[in-house]
């Protein structure tokens, strides 16, 4: 699987784990909501350690980025909310030094 796969579906794992969170104590869902919530957060850790970047922290600097695109795409799909020109703005900085961050020749 590929970095980029795995960071996407790690993000949507993140999201939707701490959503439930969210929903159960925001939106007054019921409290069973947290089990899938949690299972959506160990899946996440888990993804995350099928990258191929060697450093942990480089790892999770660069996923940053996919997670705050991530973020933006939920608040569009699932909260209905359309991201204005700043979110679009500010994504789009992130992903560049996400990409710096994943792609650069570290250490060459």
């Known amino acids: 699987m590929t970095t980029i796969a795995v960071y996407i579906g790690a993000a949507l794992a993140e999201i939707a784990g701490c959503f439930a969170f969210w929903a159960w104590l925001r939106l007054d869902k019921p409290v069973w ?25 480089r790892a ?5 980025g996919v997670y705050i695109a991530a973020s933006l795409f939920w608040l569009w799909a699932v909260e209905g909310v359309a991201p204005d020109r700043w979110d679009l703005i500010g994504v789009s900085v992130v992903l560049v030094g996400a990409g710096i961050i994943l792609f650069a020749p570290h250490g060459a």
């Open 33 to 57: 909501w947290v089990l899938p919530g949690l299972l959506s957060l160990a899946l996440f850790a888990w993804l995350l350690t099928l990258t191929h970047v060697q450093a942990a922290g």
């Open 60 to 64: 999770y600097a660069a996923y940053g």
